[in-house]
């Protein structure tokens, strides 16, 4: 996998990790409160964060 591959990996990862935190909380906000929200909610960002720190180690790398 090239550098550039997993670059534009992450950046879709990070999008799509963003837009399901915001349809967690869309959920939770609208009474949904089952297991698999709450789940999403904890999980989600972590997974975001570690793409963005990812991203930006990269970015700090290779400039």
Not at 4 to 31: C, E, H, K, P
């Amino acid at each position: 996998m090239t550098d550039q591959t997993r670059r534009n990996l992450n950046w879709v990862v990070l999008v799509i990790s963003v837009a399901l935190i915001v349809m967690n909380v869309i959920d939770l906000v609208g009474g949904d409160a089952s297991w698999s929200v709450w789940l999403g909610i904890v999980c989600w960002p972590i997974v975001a964060v570690c793409t963005a720190y990812e991203l930006a180690t990269h970015r700090r790398l290779h400039v």
